[in-house]
């Protein structure tokens, strides 16, 4: 957790990778990953987005299968994270394609958990759990660490589905997750991107400068709760949705909450 430090060494680390005369034996990849991670965890999606599209086409330009799958996963987060779900489910379909078959498991499993947020937040609560249950299972029989930085945001992906189910119901269906062969987990999660995809993307927020996630974050400002209750609404934590009331105003050239709330209400954004 300690985000400034792991910052100044990844920065380092990159130079040093980028310095070598054998590109064979850098290990760039890994520095821009973790500089886009370390991003993420700060809830600066923009420049996390900076980061992984670096290591997108650092990875394409040399042919690696396995982090060019890690990249699209990472990107899909950033979008997912700003409600971008369109966008989100193309970057992880693509994702999972990569490493169906013998790719790197801690992609597979990002992968699968990664589609089951999708799927909750669009309402496929049981689709959901069962993707969150192969992905545990999946991470436990590779021995993949959960790092403590990842336990917030998991939580924060699961929770849609958890509140939209009993208990019992929610239980059952991570159950059955767990015991999914692979290739039917793979099939589920594709068929996730495929409900949500099968749609045009959303355009309106878009046509004002907004990621859909701060659409979402405006129409509720409009409406008057406060940032702790948005945050509860959709599940984020609270310093997200800050980050993403000061993006509005900046990007709507408002000086407040108010302004931003009669600028949605004149422009029928609410």
């Known amino acids: 957790g300690e985000l400034d430090r792991a910052e100044a060494l990844a920065s380092e680390a990159l130079a040093r990778w980028q310095a070598l005369t054998d ?45 060019t799958a890690a990249a699209l996963e990472a990107l899909g987060t950033c979008a997912r994270e700003q409600g971008d779900h369109y966008r989100a489910a193309r970057l992880f ?50 021995g993949i660490e959960l790092y403590p930085t990842e336990r917030p945001r998991l939580a924060r992906a699961i929770a849609p589905a958890r509140a939209q189910l009993p208990e019992a119901i929610f239980t059952a269906a991570w159950a059955e997750g767990r015991v999914l062969p692979v290739e ?28 859909p996630r701060e659409l979402e974050v405006l129409r509720l400002v409009a409406a008057g709760p406060s940032n702790r209750e948005i945050a509860e609404s959709l599940f984020l934590s609270e310093r997200t949705v800050e980050n993403h009331v000061r993006q509005i105003l900046t ?20």
């Open 93 to 142: 379909a693509e994702s999972l394609l990569l490493v169906r078959d013998n790719g790197d498991p801690v992609v597979l499993v990002n992968t699968l958990k990664s589609l089951g947020a999708v799927a909750a937040a669009q309402g496929a609560a049981e689709q959901a759990a069962r993707l969150f249950g192969a992905a545990e299972a999946l991470r436990e029989r590779y």
């Open 184 to 211: 039917q987990a793979v099939a589920e999660a594709l068929a996730v991107a495929d409900d949500v995809t099968a749609t045009p993307s959303p355009s309106s927020a878009a046509s004002h400068g907004l990621t």
């Open 251 to 270: 990007k709507l050239d408002v000086p407040s909450r108010t302004a931003a709330a009669g600028y949605a209400i004149r422009q029928g954004l609410a």
């Open 23 to 67: 590109p064979e034996w850098s290990r760039t990849g890994d520095a821009l990953y973790l500089l886009g991670y370390i991003a993420a965890l700060r809830d600066n999606q923009e420049e996390a987005e900076k980061w992984f599209t670096a290591l997108l086409e650092w990875a394409r330009a040399i042919g690696a299968v396995p982090v």
